[in-house]
C-alpha cells in the first residue's frame, strides 16, 4: 500500500529552525489536502498545519503562526514545514497526513486525514 514516511527531525536549541519532509508514496496524495500534526510527551496529538492540493490555502494553529510554513511539491509527492524560532513547547513527535479525497483542510480533527506517517522527533533544548 501507499505510505508516508517523515524525515528531518532531530535535536536543536531554542531559536534554532529545522524542516521536515514527508514524502508519500503514491501520486493520489498529492492531489489531496495534506498535514502536519505532532504530539507532544505526555499529550494528545494536536494540530499544526495544512495545506490544500494547490497549495494556495493554508491554516495554522494559532501557537505556530508566524513561525512555520508547510508547503509542498506535488511534483515530488512531499510536503514539509519549515520551522523557524523554534521553542522547548515545540518539542514532539511530528506526523504527516493526507486525506484521502479532500483537496481543501477544512477540518482539523485527525479523523479528517485517513493516511499518516510514522512520526519523527522533534526536540528543542534551552
Known amino acids: 500500500q501507499v505510505q508516508l514516511v517523515e524525515s528531518g527531525g532531530g535535536l536543536v536549541q531554542a531559536g534554532g529552525s529545522l524542516r521536515l519532509s514527508c514524502a508519500a508514496s503514491?501520486?493520489?496524495?498529492?492531489?489531496?489536502?495534506m498535514a502536519w500534526f505532532r504530539q507532544p510527551p505526555a499529550k494528545e496529538r494536536e494540530f499544526v498545519a495544512a495545506?490544500?492540493?494547490?497549495?494556495?490555502?493554508?491554516d495554522y494553529a494559532d501557537s505556530v503562526k508566524g513561525r512555520f510554513t508547510v508547503s509542498r511539491d506535488n511534483a515530488k509527492n512531499a510536503l514539509y514545514l519549515q520551522m523557524n524560532s523554534l521553542k522547548p513547547e515545540d518539542t514532539a513527535a511530528y506526523y504527516c497526513?493526507?486525506?484521502?479525497?479532500?483537496?481543501?483542510?477544512?477540518?482539523?480533527?485527525?479523523?479528517?486525514?485517513?493516511?499518516w506517517g510514522q512520526g519523527t522527533q522533534v526536540t528543542v533544548s534551552s
Open positions: 497526513a493526507a486525506a484521502a479525497r479532500f483537496l481543501t483542510p477544512a477540518d482539523r480533527s485527525r479523523t479528517f486525514y485517513e493516511y
Open positions: 503514491g501520486r493520489p496524495f498529492s492531489r489531496n489536502a
Open positions: 495545506i490544500s492540493w494547490s497549495g494556495d490555502v493554508t
